[in-house]
């Protein structure tokens, strides 16, 4: 078996090599994974027919391929078991002994070997990094998801996509003047691996609206051609006004709505309220109603008070700046944003 390394770019292409009857290492790998750089590459985002068809679910995934057949596999990124694996489909091992990774060199070629020793330490770092657990990634991809109307988790930004796919639906929802938040998957692995099993969708982009996944590439695009996606996204996309300040409000657990920032206030009832907060030490999180008229309207019927500053504890209105500056003045603010 040669040391030649070839990047498929087809399920084509591979059933030419597999048919061809040559000894063949396919590695699946990603470009986000240091254990699954270089050598018989298969990206396995971009290639999903490839890896549906194999059932790859993590990488690095290695197919071993003699006679045109699928005869072994391999996840992870192990020097031992990858040398004992190619040597026995290159027709170099016949030992049932796990091979030296000096085999390797033979059965694979130099640069192969050098490879995988590398990045094998690269998998034990990485599996060295403690795993954050079910509950708290499924509560973090909750709150990505919903975090705007529409959101589109991609792979680059939508000022610099770095795929064709997430190029085509930024394009697409730009061409239908759609407001949407992003999420590059390139920059937290945890997000990217959490988020296929989170929606049962193993590729990116992935486009939701109101927290539901819509689909990727191929759905958008054919939602747009058949006009189904503008219907969509103008019924789904618009959060009622209702659902958006109860999202607001419910945003911190102790929340200001103010007139300019903490750092800015533009009216002193805004000020002396962020001072007695920061007297107090509390952390808050604040809007600014001069940035958003229709918030500004909606919060005073919403919440039957009509003057700014507004201060919520826990998703309840506390109230404005005289009754924050008597809780202040009698020592009782601190007590009533931590019961």
Request: net charge negative.
């Amino acid at each position: 078996m040669g040391g030649a390394v070839k990047d498929i770019a087809s399920k084509s292409e591979l059933d030419n090599l597999r048919q061809s009857g040559a000894p063949i290492a396919l590695h699946f790998w990603a470009s986000w994974c240091d254990a699954s750089k270089q050598m018989d590459q298969v990206e396995a985002e971009e290639h999903p027919e490839i890896s549906e068809a194999y059932s790859v679910s993590a990488v690095p995934f290695f197919v071993f391929f003699k006679d045109g057949k699928a005869v072994d596999t391999l996840e992870g990124a192990d020097p031992s078991s990858l040398a004992n694996k190619v040597g026995k489909i290159a027709g170099s091992s016949t030992s049932a002994e796990p091979a030296a990774p000096a085999s390797l060199g033979l059965a694979a070629g130099p640069t192969i070997l050098e490879t995988v020793k590398e990045n094998a330490k690269a998998t034990v770092k990485d599996r060295a990094q403690p795993a954050p657990t079910t509950e708290n990634l499924n509560d973090r991809l909750e709150k990505l998801t919903n975090s705007h109307p529409v959101m589109l988790f991609m792979k680059g930004t939508p000022e610099e996509p770095r795929c064709g796919f997430s190029r085509q639906v930024v394009g697409v929802l730009r061409e239908e003047n759609v407001d949407f938040g992003s999420f590059d998957i390139l920059s937290d692995n945890e997000v990217r691996e959490g988020l296929k099993k989170f929606s049962n969708w193993p590729t990116f982009p992935q486009l939701y609206c109101n927290g539901e996944l819509l689909g990727g590439s191929d759905i958008v695009l054919e939602m747009q051609k058949s006009g189904e996606l503008r219907q969509v996204l103008s019924e789904k996309g618009k959060q009622s006004l209702e659902d958006r300040l109860k999202t607001l409000i419910n945003s911190e657990k102790v929340m200001l709505f103010m007139k300019g920032s903490p750092d800015e206030p533009k009216c002193g009832f805004s000020s002396k309220v962020v001072k007695a907060l920061r007297d107090e030490n509390v952390n808050f999180g604040s809007f600014d109603i001069l940035s958003d008229e229709e918030v500004r309207q909606g919060i005073k019927s919403f919440s039957n008070w009509p003057t700014f500053p507004q201060l919520y504890y826990k998703g309840e209105l506390v109230g404005g700046c005289d009754i924050i500056m008597e809780l202040s003045n009698s020592g009782d603010l601190g007590a009533t944003l931590s019961e």
